[in-house]
């Protein structure tokens, strides 16, 4: 049998598809833009028929079917790996649940049988001649996931761009049991417009920038805000590696910036593992030999960044305390996102000659009623999760300055971060600090 005879033979309907899973079974989707949008659909209209269904993904991008058609949970109970701001919402709600991780080990926890998989769904690019499906815009830790699963669903896409691979980058169709056919849209990431105080970040940041390095990117306001000051500056011979791609590097890409000729190694190619953003994005890479999706194990291998020399991470965070512990995951006991990457970017970045890591937040909210509130904090004590511990605390960065916490005592740190704050926050920190034994007498402010 030829590969389109074999292709042929094993398509389906979505509902057809979905059959396959049976009361108690764990159904992994393919995270961020690889959720199996049509399979999550027909999923969802069997809620009625089934028990206990555990279903596993990360950063969802729309609505999940399965959780609208079940409103009381009494089916499905959905855990995430990472989370966006559609999934805060079922946090809130209490009808989806976080799975902490460090993403390079994601996928360990496939291989050492500690996250079963019944049933894989992943959405994929059209098949080629050899029989092949790209997993396009998400590598991350799709191989484990499927090497563990029993049965292997694939949603082919048309709209899903081919991506090509270091290496677990697809599957081949004599590897799958069904085949559902699919014109879906593949997910978009919103691009947020930078705001006034990301754009005083990300010049906080920009004079530690300098030719030839190789650079990693989080999501949103901030680093589109550093995009376009490096778009518009002459730095040159930049260098991509990160886990996730947005559009801030596209902008990079077309104004000449990124090149990755300067990198130790992978010369000439931007590597990343999972990609979100535009529909222009998408076209970009589709196809595109300069850019490669890799496995998060290995992009994210503090070993793999270390051999990256004058490396720099900029990620977003949500508080830091006087002692340099950061949280970017929760605000209390309130789930917001994730580890994610940031520790093994942190790790290594600062393994890496010349690599530095920054983390960057507003230096202060203000809430409905009109009350500011420091995002540097005398310590935390309301449940906040801790992703940077304080032995690892980078650059810091806020509206008002760089903060580099490497090395220094508790009273310097404090002095430091109390530097950084917002000026209405100064005092009862300074105070704070001083209750707290860590704010020597000759500081100044």
Not at 111 to 126: E, H, L, N, Q
Request: hydrophobic content about 40%; aromatic content about 8%.
């Amino acid at each position: 049998m030829d590969v389109y005879q074999e292709y042929k033979s094993k398509c389906c309907t979505a509902d057809q598809a979905v059959q396959v899973v049976k009361d108690g079974d764990w159904v992994d989707y393919g995270m961020s833009c690889a959720y199996p949008t049509a399979l999550d659909k027909a999923l969802a209209r069997r809620h009625s028929d089934l028990k206990d269904i555990k279903v596993r993904n990360a950063i969802s991008c729309h609505a999940v079917a399965i959780l609208e058609a079940d409103p009381e949970n009494r089916t499905f109970t959905y855990n995430l790996w990472h989370c966006s701001g559609i999934d805060r919402k079922y946090l809130d709600a209490g009808r989806a649940y976080h799975e902490p991780m460090l993403f390079r080990d994601c996928g360990s926890y496939y291989r050492r049988g500690f996250a079963p998989v019944d049933v894989a769904m992943i959405t994929v690019a059209p098949m080629d001649k050899h029989g092949n499906f790209s997993f396009g815009l998400t590598n991350g830790c799709t191989q484990e996931m499927l090497d563990a699963a029993e049965t292997i669903i694939v949603e082919v896409n048309p709209n899903m761009p081919v991506v090509f691979g270091m290496g677990s980058d697809h599957i081949h169709v004599s590897k799958v049991q069904a085949i559902v056919e699919s014109q879906e849209a593949v997910s978009l990431a919103p691009n947020r417009e930078p705001s006034a105080i990301d754009k005083q970040i990300a010049e906080n940041i920009f004079p530690y920038l300098h030719d030839g390095i190789t650079l990693q990117l989080g999501i949103g306001g901030m680093p589109n805000a550093l995009g376009i000051l490096i778009a518009e500056s002459d730095l040159k011979d930049l260098g991509m590696h990160t886990e996730l791609m947005s559009d801030g590097y596209l902008d990079l890409y077309k104004a000449g910036k990124i090149t990755n000729d300067k990198k130790p190694f992978q010369r000439g190619k931007g590597v990343f593992s999972i990609c979100m953003g535009s529909k222009e994005l998408y076209e970009f890479l589709d196809h595109n030999q300069d850019v490669l999706s890799a496995p998060m194990h290995y992009v994210n291998n503090p070993e793999t960044i270390r051999q990256l020399d004058d490396f720099i991470s900029i990620n977003s965070c949500i508080a830091a305390d006087l002692y340099g512990q950061v949280c970017s995951e929760s605000a209390g006991t309130r789930h917001i996102s994730g580890t994610g990457g940031q520790l093994d970017f942190v790790t290594g970045a600062y393994a890496a000659d010349h690599g530095k890591a920054f983390l960057a937040m507003p230096s202060s909210r203000v809430d409905k009623k009109g009350v500011r509130h420091s995002n540097i904090l005398p310590k935390f004590t309301a449940g906040d999760i801790i992703t940077t511990p304080r032995t690892q605390a980078p650059y810091m960065v806020t509206e008002y300055g760089v903060a580099n916490l490497s090395g220094l005592a508790t009273w310097q740190r404090a002095e430091a971060l109390i530097n950084i704050a917002h000026p209405d926050m100064r005092e009862d920190l300074i105070k704070a600090a001083e209750a707290q034994r860590i704010w020597r007498r000759s500081n100044k402010i």
